[in-house]
């Protein structure tokens, strides 16, 4: 019962948040930016996603090596596509992360808490990096001309203490990965580069000449709100933050929601794969 209702506010959340951000918007000029779209640049995003979504699974299998769990990168590349299907597509259900802790304790009995912190780290080691990129590129945008240069020297602040605070949260809770932190911490920002590139693509396919950076610093300010579980897969966050963001800057706020619309697509088509691989999620077939 409990997930049905989360699940039916996570509806509701996202509908409504959808509902505002369509009547904020031009929605004729989002039609036409949508159709004119360079197909070739999205081809190109679609590309950049998933290779960061395949670095990822093999930050995941550092985390899982560093418990004694010893998976084939194959195999740890389906599974992870599967926990990306089940994130998006089930949501009212256990979650792919729920979803790989059962199958792996099932099979490999290593403990659900174990388990538990690798999947978490990995999590908080892409929160990590999505933040420092965030804090950067922020700091060098209109934002914080905008808002003062205060904003700007906070920003570099807060990307440098980063570091410290990732090493001494480690560990202080979870010294068993300790020895994988510098590893882990590499791959975390090879995953966000290369969703960087992701977002330059749509952006480059969308034909935005102009505030590119202030396009990409929004993208991952909405990565980083999208991480919490309000609506379906960040659905509505991601478009308001676009929606207030471009207008604080003067800019027309209907191109970041296209933008915005077509990464989520290229997000359902890639997390969609996994569907087709939920008969081969067994160590065995892996």
């Not at 992870?80 to 979650?95: A, E, K, R, T």
């Not at 590129?137 to 990307?159: N, P, Q, V």
């Not at 989520?264 to 939920?278: D, N, Q, V």
Request: one cysteine or more.
């Amino acid at each position: 019962m409990k997930q049905k209702i989360k699940l039916l506010i996570k509806i509701l959340l996202t509908g409504a948040a959808l509902w505002f951000v369509l009547h904020k918007v031009d929605i004729e000029r989002l039609k036409e930016s949508l159709q004119s779209a360079d197909s070739i640049w999205l081809f190109i995003a679609f590309i950049l996603f998933n290779l960061s979504k395949i670095t990822s699974s093999f930050r995941l299998n550092i985390y899982f090596k560093a418990i004694g769990l010893k998976l084939s990168e194959k195999f740890n590349l389906i599974l992870y596509y599967v926990g990306m299907f089940y994130n998006l597509f089930l949501p009212g259900g256990i979650g792919g992360d729920g979803y790989k802790i059962y199958l792996l304790n099932k099979h490999y009995k290593k403990g659900i808490k174990p388990l538990f912190q690798a999947v978490l780290l990995d999590r908080l080691s892409g929160l990590f990096a999505l933040a420092f990129y965030a804090c950067l590129l922020f700091a060098f945008s209109d934002y914080s001309e905008l808002l003062g240069d205060w904003t700007k020297w906070l920003s570099f602040l807060i990307a440098i203490l980063l570091f410290p605070i990732a090493y001494f949260s480690t560990k202080l809770f979870f010294k068993d990965f300790l020895k994988c932190f510098n590893q882990t911490l590499v791959w975390g920002f090879a995953v966000q580069l290369l969703q960087l590139l992701c977002a330059l693509a749509i952006i480059k396919s969308l034909y935005i000449g102009h505030s590119n950076l202030e396009y990409i610093t929004l993208f991952l300010i909405s990565s980083v709100v999208a991480v919490l579980p309000l609506t379906i897969g960040g659905v509505g966050v991601r478009e308001l933050t676009f929606l207030y963001g471009l207008e604080y800057i003067g800019e027309d706020p209907s191109l970041g929601v296209t933008f915005s619309f077509l990464f989520f697509i290229i997000t359902a088509i890639s997390s969609l794969m996994g569907l087709f691989l939920l008969n081969r999620v067994s160590p065995k077939k892996g």
